[in-house]
């Protein structure tokens, strides 16, 4: 009695919360890697990206100006100075021990033992007393407790975007991406979108075995061809290249391509192209003026995914667009030269895997309207 018309099924509620916690599981990480990438090294180590918008309070270890400057008081000598130097800064606790980075208060002093003493005040400035053997050598390291305002900075996308420097920048590896991306994507659906047109519509020997190859190949790994498909590329010399990495995701992504396309284009009402053929229309014609603006949905949706497809991948990149001097990188690679080479730099790792994804998000949510129509057409009738 749960699907009459009129009544929502009993598991509505579980497909709703289920909904929700798939988009919270997207949402929470992006948004983490957005807010991350405006931030500073030491706030991202200091607090996560969800308290980005309050002060963070965090433990840093300074020293006391060189000893050697130190003035004779009475029986002992005493050394003044500001832990924060010329930068200035506000501290709510410190403490002389790593065991108790917080025991005093501002203004308090702390009693060291044999007389000596450091007292230390909220601006910084502090007051060392002790004899010559106490007040010497690198000088005394004090443990201060700062409060931190949120901070935010477009440097890191100074750094990363227009950095001269190969290691950083990512601007080059970003038209690289789209110069790999774009033909990659056009031209599997230009010739995907022929040959479902012929497999739909079209009677000719051997089209039934021609769809079921189509299938088979939608299951083949991909690790199984790159190298055959590498040597070949060499052998006619297109190997380490943007040609050769084009006609790779060409080959990889035709056959979602078509098996996708046609099954959209044989949910056409036959009609349609019936009475164009009976009007002289020809085949070409039929395809390019009628097939071609009804499967707009379709061609979308192959086209979100072969986009991020292109844009995401490192594997075929690493095979087949081999480039020492760094001219053809792509930002999947630039990316892990990051990792590798500034592994504790978070901020700008941030920015880079941001700068990354930024374009698939606005292709995917300029074109997103289409995905599910693709994906369910000729699913019914």
């Known amino acids: 009695m749960d699907n009459i018309a009129g009544r929502k099924s009993g598991l509505s509620w579980a497909v709703n919360i289920s909904v929700v916690l798939l988009v919270l599981l997207w949402i929470f990480p992006t948004v ?20 980005a918008l309050f002060p963070t309070e965090q433990v840093v270890q300074l020293r006391t100006d060189d000893p050697d400057a130190r003035v004779a008081e009475g029986d002992g000598f005493v050394l003044t100075g500001n832990l924060f130097g010329e930068e200035g800064g506000t501290l709510s606790a410190f403490g002389v021990s ?13 009693d060291m033992g044999d007389g000596e003493s450091m007292t230390v005040e909220a601006d910084g400035s502090y007051t060392w007393r002790g004899n010559d053997e106490q007040i010497s050598g690198r000088g005394q390291r004090i443990f201060v407790t700062t409060t931190t305002p949120p901070e935010f900075t477009t440097a890191n996308y100074e750094r990363v975007l227009f950095s001269g420097d190969r290691t ?14 774009i033909p990659a994507t056009i031209i599997p659906i230009l010739v995907a979108a022929f040959a479902a047109y012929a497999l739909a519509w079209m009677d000719f020997p051997g089209r039934a075995l021609l769809i079921a190859a189509i299938v088979a190949l939608l299951v083949v790994p991909l690790q199984l061809a790159l190298i055959p498909l590498l040597k070949f590329h060499n052998d006619i010399g297109i190997g380490k290249g943007y040609i050769g990495t084009w006609l790779a995701h060409t080959g990889f992504g035709l056959p979602l391509a078509i098996y996708l396309l046609r099954n959209y284009m044989v949910g056409l009402p036959r009609d349609i192209i019936e009475n164009a053929k009976v009007d002289g229309a020809t085949d070409f014609q039929i395809f390019t003026r009628i097939v071609l603006p009804l499967s707009f949905p379709a061609l979308a949706s192959f086209a979100i995914f072969q986009f991020l497809w292109t844009w995401n991948d490192l594997l075929v990149a690493l095979v087949f667009l081999i480039d020492s001097s760094g001219d053809t990188t792509v930002m999947t690679r630039q990316i892990v030269e990051l990792l590798g080479t500034r592994g504790g730099n978070w901020e700008i790792l941030a920015t880079a895997a941001f700068v990354s994804i930024s374009v698939p998000l606005l292709v995917f949510f300029a074109m997103q309207r289409y995905l599910v129509r693709g994906l369910l057409a000729g699913s019914v009738k």
């Open 32 to 51: 983490g890697l957005f807010v991350s990438s405006f931030r500073t090294a030491d706030q991202i180590s200091a607090t996560g990206w969800w308290k």
């Open 168 to 181: 950083d920048s990512m601007a080059k590896a970003f038209f690289n991406t789209l110069t790999v991306t």
């Open 98 to 110: 790593s065991r108790d980075v917080g025991a005093f208060a501002p203004g308090e002093t702390a």
